[in-house]
């Protein structure tokens, strides 16, 4: 029987240095990780690298084999610079293929769009014993070899890729969470914070500073895998903070 208390992981790589110059913003982090918390899975670690083949191997090796789950976005397109293919073909020590389900998706989608050319053809390559993550905004799929999902790196298909993958991935409990928010220092209520969090087991709490209006506030992000204890916690969490002349406001500032 599966343990209900494991905490299945995931890292994400993403690759181009369109990310690194600043030239594009990614937006795949955040989309990644709440579908993940949904899944029962915590993306836990996050590497940007460039469009380079060492680079793209070293990450892949090093994050696949500490977490459960890898994912990478950018670098699968029709170009020469698109090269994540083929470093993740060189990490696995696989060759790479021209996938047949893969170019048949292609060819009929590109039958009435000036049909396969050699380079979306580029767009079926594929690590050998690759399966496909359907792509339903555009005819070239994603990839999916072991614990290791290829995907596109523009965001709404990527969220198409993830919307296809939904309830497929094993994990444990989604992690819910709450948020509250007062206008005080988080300095000023370190150990309340820490204290809070030790007295409710299972739940983690993140202190989110700002500065707006001219006054210095923070919101509390509670988080657990048990409804229950959440609301315990946001419930003593709340408390304490009234108790010491912060008024809370529920959902953030």
């Known amino acids: 029987m599966a343990d209900p208390t494991r905490i299945w992981t995931a890292a994400l790589i993403v690759i181009g240095d369109e990310i690194l110059s600043g030239r594009t913003q990614d937006k795949n982090v955040s989309q990644i990780a709440t579908w993940l918390n949904v899944q029962g899975i915590r993306l836990r ?20 084999a500490r977490n459960d789950y890898l994912f990478t976005t950018g670098g699968i397109g029709p170009t020469h610079d698109d090269i994540t293919v083929d470093a993740i073909a060189a990490a696995l020590g696989v060759e790479v293929e021209i996938h047949a389900e893969a170019r048949a998706m292609l060819s009929g989608y590109y039958e009435t769009r000036g049909g396969l050319t050699e380079a979306r053809l580029r767009m079926a390559r594929a690590p050998a014993g690759s399966s496909l993550i359907e792509n339903r905004m555009s005819g070239a799929p994603g990839l999916r070899h072991g614990n290791i999902f290829i995907m596109a790196g523009v965001p709404h298909i990527t969220a198409g890729m993830l919307d296809s993958l939904t309830g497929k991935l094993e994990g444990g409990l989604p992690v819910l969470s709450a948020t509250i928010g007062c206008w005080v220092a988080e300095s000023e209520i370190a150990d309340l914070l820490g204290a ?22 923070a919101n509390f992000v509670i988080r657990s895998v048990d409804a229950a204890v959440l609301d315990r916690c946001v419930a003593d969490l709340s408390a304490a903070l009234e108790r010491g002349g912060w008024p809370v406001v529920a959902g953030g500032i």
């Open 196 to 217: 809070t969090e030790r007295a409710h087991e299972g739940c983690q709490i993140g202190s989110y500073p700002f500065f707006r209006e001219g006054k210095t506030g």
């Open 45 to 64: 670690e996050v590497r940007v690298v460039a469009d380079e083949p060492d680079a793209i191997v070293e990450a892949v090796n090093t994050l696949r």
